[in-house]
């Protein structure tokens, strides 16, 4: 499968930033979608994931403020972020779970980087 993410970039402290990430197959194969961030130095840790059956699970440090969707063909994933905070900057990564095929598993997109300025 491949993975497209789009979206990063330079935001103020307060500002806004929508993160994209498309995947080259169907959603009736894909369990979940989400995203990770990492810095550098530090391990890769949940964002925000979206369940096929509509359930969501966001970090509590973006609580409120981020909000994952997904498209209606179920295969495009969002992530909405609204009161940026410094803290926030770090690579993005897209992900999505597959449940068939030789892509089964835990798939990645490439990083996208995120840079909040105070």
């Known amino acids: 499968v491949q993975l497209q993410a789009s979206g990063g970039g330079l935001a103020q402290a307060g500002g806004s930033l929508t993160l994209s990430c498309s995947a080259s197959?169907?959603?009736?194969?894909?369990?979940?979608m989400g995203w990770y961030r990492q810095g550098p130095g530090v391990h890769r840790d949940l964002v925000a994931i979206e369940y096929s059956d509509g359930r969501a699970n966001y970090a509590d440090s973006v609580k409120g403020r981020f909000t994952i969707s997904r498209d209606s063909a179920g295969n495009t994933v969002y992530l909405q972020m609204d009161g940026l905070k410094p803290e926030d900057t770090s690579v993005y990564y897209c992900?999505?779970?597959?449940?068939?095929?030789?892509?089964?598993?835990?798939?990645w997109g490439q990083g996208t980087l995120v840079t909040v300025s105070s």
């Open positions: 197959i169907s959603m009736i194969s894909i369990n979940a």
């Open positions: 992900y999505v779970d597959i449940n068939r095929g030789i892509s089964r598993g835990p798939n």
